[in-house]
């Protein structure tokens, strides 16, 4: 409504990813996008503060429950892919009743922060590790070990390889696709979605076979691919106000300069 930076990153987004939206089908999907976003915010604090007794009564349904079932079975170890969609913290509390989980995430700028983030996310009995080499080595030990492992995989990594998403070259992590390639574990992808009376449906759907290619840029490639796929499905509750692709291939100009001059990476 307010044309907030976020709603510029939004727009930019939605231009690369869907050019034969029109101008105003990208307007109204980034007014709904936005609506969702704050709607997490919202729950967020409950997500965070509340018993599992509460929050687990805020979901309503799981669908495809029995490939979760299946390759937590098979003893080999699980990657759980779990893009910013819905109200995604709420994975966390519905695994908990599952079992024991281990999940990669960015500790925050703040150091006084980092501790009670990580308390808060680990509440449930799930294991929260940081993205340093520490943590990553303890994912691995994990998979090994025929455990889960839970990996938000739309993020901009520090290093990685430019593949499409949506058709626009983007900077990704190629952490999931060395785990797989190293410990032979079965990848899964998890959408927590918003229903319209409020409560949340969890879809569980198979990881693209392309990740589990020996070809690294192949896997990579199939790890967005399964992204899209989970977008797709409720474009309108995804994260668009995320900078994406703020790391540009090198002569590209850069993304999100709004106000400013143009530069080239």
């Known amino acids: 409504?307010?044309?907030?930076?976020?709603?510029?990153?939004?727009?930019?987004?939605?231009?690369?990813?869907?050019?034969?939206?029109?101008?105003?089908?990208?307007?109204?999907?980034?007014?709904?996008?936005?609506?969702?976003?704050?709607?997490?915010?919202?729950?967020?604090?409950?997500?965070?503060?509340?018993k599992p007794k509460t929050l687990t009564t805020w979901i309503e349904r799981v669908v495809n429950e029995e490939l979760l079932d299946v390759a937590t079975g098979a003893g080999k170890g699980v990657i759980v892919l779990l893009p910013h969609i819905g109200n995604w913290e709420l994975f966390n509390v519905y695994f908990a009743g599952r079992g024991k989980m281990t999940a990669l995430y960015q500790p925050p700028r703040q150091v006084y922060l980092q501790e009670l983030i990580?308390?808060?996310?680990?509440?449930?009995?799930?294991?929260?590790?940081?993205?340093?080499?520490?943590?990553?080595?303890?994912?691995?030990?994990?998979?090994?070990?025929?455990?889960?492992?839970?990996?938000?995989?739309?993020?901009?990594?520090a290093n990685g390889l430019f593949v499409p998403f949506f058709g626009v070259e983007a900077l990704t992590d190629q952490l999931v696709s060395r785990l797989v390639q190293k410990t032979g574990a079965t990848v899964v992808a998890v959408s927590v979605i918003r229903l319209e009376n409020g409560r949340f449906e969890i879809v569980v759907q198979p990881g693209d076979e392309g990740i589990y290619s020996p070809e690294i840029e192949a896997s990579v490639t199939a790890v967005n691919k399964t992204v899209e796929k989970l977008v797709i499905n409720v474009p309108e509750q995804y994260q668009w106000e995320y900078k994406r692709f703020r790391k540009r291939p090198k002569g590209e100009k850069k993304m999100y300069r709004f106000g400013k001059r143009e530069g080239i990476h």
């Open 118 to 157: 990580e308390d808060i996310r680990s509440r449930f009995g799930n294991e929260m590790v940081p993205t340093n080499v520490k943590g990553i080595a303890r994912l691995y030990k994990v998979l090994q070990a025929g455990g889960v492992v839970t990996i938000l995989p739309d993020q901009v990594p």
């Open 1 to 50: 409504m307010f044309k907030t930076r976020s709603y510029l990153v939004t727009q930019a987004n939605l231009e690369l990813c869907f050019p034969d939206m029109s101008e105003v089908e990208r307007g109204e999907l980034a007014r709904v996008s936005l609506k969702s976003t704050g709607q997490t915010l919202m729950e967020t604090p409950v997500v965070w503060l509340s």
